[in-house]
């Protein structure tokens, strides 16, 4: 089974709106971490923002929020007021045993394309 | 900007020649790691390092060898390029974001290989 699973190949959104691009994870260990990551044309990967399992509030930062629904085990992301800089490659993430030492595994989805539209 | 610089940044080479790409950190990060992006696969790590000498294999290792020497370098090298692993590669560090641990991966900018 997918541990990452991202549905939406590629989605358009008008610059200035709100956009919300669709992650789900599956995993049985209680304490992980959920990674969101950009990837524009250039190539390089720019980590956006991070929630952790056992986090109360949802993470923001700046623009970028993470929509954490933990019983429904999605994490999406939602970028507010798009900008025509935000057209890109979106990776979701999730690393298991996120309080633990040592190396745990990052498992990446496949990514959803965003092209904002002036 | 986590420190890290790939080289070379772009290679074309011949199947059966032996290449090796060079990851270079400069903030002493304990654990760095060597992935492949392919399209419709996402980032597949092949092996990482959690010290010097000391490494381990991904879930892509085969046909691929790393070694680190020194804290600040983490080199791949194909043994023998085939056209299987045309790629980008990408290196990362891990870095402590908000946790107790270094949970989170900062990505270099990427070697595009082309093997012919």
């Known amino acids: 089974a997918q541990k990452i699973t991202q549905t939406q190949p590629g989605m358009f959104v008008q610059e200035k709106e709100a956009v919300t691009l669709d992650c789900t994870y599956d995993t049985s260990d209680p304490s992980y971490g959920l990674f969101w990551y950009k990837q524009p044309s250039s190539g390089e990967m720019i980590f956006l923002i991070y929630q952790g399992s056992y986090d109360q509030q949802n993470a923001t930062e700046g623009r970028y929020s993470l929509n954490f629904q933990k019983a429904r085990k999605s994490a999406n992301l939602v970028i507010s007021a798009s900008q025509l800089g935000d057209s890109a490659m979106y990776f979701c993430a999730m690393r298991e045993g996120v309080y633990s030492g040592g190396y745990q595994k990052v498992t990446f989805g496949t990514g959803t394309k965003l092209q904002v539209i002036p | 900007d986590a420190g890290i610089t790939q080289s070379p940044r772009h290679k074309v080479t011949e199947t059966g020649t032996p290449v090796t790409l060079r990851c270079h950190q400069t903030?002493?990060?304990?654990?760095m790691y060597w992935y492949r992006q392919d399209p419709g696969h996402g980032l597949r790590l092949i092996h990482y390092s959690y010290g010097v000498k000391d490494t381990d294999k991904g879930e892509v290792s085969d046909g691929y060898s790393v070694s680190r020497s020194k804290t600040e370098d983490f080199l791949l090298t194909l043994e023998s390029a085939t056209s299987s692993q045309t790629s980008v590669y990408f290196c990362?560090?891990?870095?402590?974001?908000?946790?107790?641990?270094?949970?989170?991966?900062?990505f270099g900018p990427g070697t595009r290989l082309l093997v012919l």
């Open positions: 903030e002493n990060h304990r654990y």
């Open positions: 990362a560090i891990s870095e402590r974001t908000s946790g107790f641990i270094e949970e989170t991966q900062y």
